[in-house]
């Protein structure tokens, strides 16, 4: 299934999050400056301090919207205004609830790029999303040597040259999207566990050097937030099931 903007539905009034789903919400940034406001109304005073540091206008708005509606979200399945949820940070930067907040069991991460930003939520499970506006001219093979394995450079050099690109960035997405389930930033070398990225091929992570069992703990699922970008979701664990929701919810 490709670039289906049906699969996006609008949520129902009252949503649960079941153990065994993963919600992926899609939001686009640019909204008129009253939601804008509303939603930077939300941010705590470090976020407003943060969307403050931004040199250009799009991008603070983008920031804003971002972190606003990932509050708007959180919210809805805890049951709490979204200005009352506190983050902590790991080490490498990404955030989580504390547990006070909801964050004993509910996990998510997020994605921003070119004004689309995702939203994967699950419970006690670890998740990342990469979302990547697609560019044909960062497709290259220098691109590809400075962060693909030998083995995903061998195998987008055999593909035919009209299918590179979104092996390309089937590839950046699968890698980008472990490396933020894991949380550990770039501590997790690039070149130390392997993706698919063959078009039409399911997405998977293909096998992780050091600890070969580890390859088989993930699950990675392709994600078609709409023409133009590539993006991919990894999930702790195989038995889940994918709902996906626009944002703003009618
Ligand atoms: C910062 C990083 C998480 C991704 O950055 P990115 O792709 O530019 O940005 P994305 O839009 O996908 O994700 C940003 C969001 O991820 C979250 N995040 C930040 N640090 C994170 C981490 N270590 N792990 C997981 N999520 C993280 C934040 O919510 C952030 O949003 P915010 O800045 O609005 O709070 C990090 O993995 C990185 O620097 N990656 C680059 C790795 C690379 O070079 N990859 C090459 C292709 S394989």
Redesign the pocket.
């Known amino acids: 299934m490709r670039h289906l903007d049906h699969l996006w539905l609008y949520p129902p009034e009252s949503l649960a999050l079941a153990d065994d789903e993963v919600h992926v919400w899609r939001a686009f940034l640019d909204l008129a400056t009253e939601q804008v406001e509303d939603l930077y109304r939300s941010l705590t005073p470090d976020e407003q301090e943060r969307a403050g540091r931004f040199r250009f206008q799009r991008d603070r708005e983008h920031?804003i919207v971002?972190?606003g509606v990932l509050r708007a979200i959180l919210g809805r399945y805890l049951k709490v205004e979204p200005g009352q949820l506190h983050f902590r940070y790991?080490p490498?930067?990404?955030?989580a609830l504390t547990g006070e907040s909801g964050g004993e069991t509910l996990r998510f991460?997020?994605?921003?790029?070119y004004g689309l930003a995702l939203y994967a939520v699950a419970r006690s499970r670890e998740i990342?999303v990469?979302?990547e506006h697609i560019r044909a001219d960062l497709a290259s093979e220098r691109m590809a040597e400075q962060?693909f394995s030998a083995r995903e450079i061998a195998a987008l050099r055999a593909l035919p040259a009209n299918v590179q690109t979104e092996a390309f960035f089937n590839c950046?997405t699968r890698?980008?999207a472990y490396?933020?389930a894991r949380?550990?930033?770039?501590s997790l070398p690039?070149h130390q566990f392997d993706v698919s990225l063959a078009p039409g091929e399911p997405a998977t992570l293909v096998s992780t050097r050091g600890d070969p069992l580890e390859a088989s703990r993930w699950s990675l699922q392709a994600l078609y937030p709409g023409p133009g970008y590539a993006a991919t979701l990894a999930v702790e664990g195989h038995s889940w099931r994918l709902r996906c929701w626009q944002w703003p919810a009618q």
């Open positions: 920031f971002a972190r790991s490498y930067g990404k955030p991460n997020l994605s921003h790029s990342g990469d979302l962060f950046w890698k980008e490396v933020k949380g550990k930033g770039l690039l």
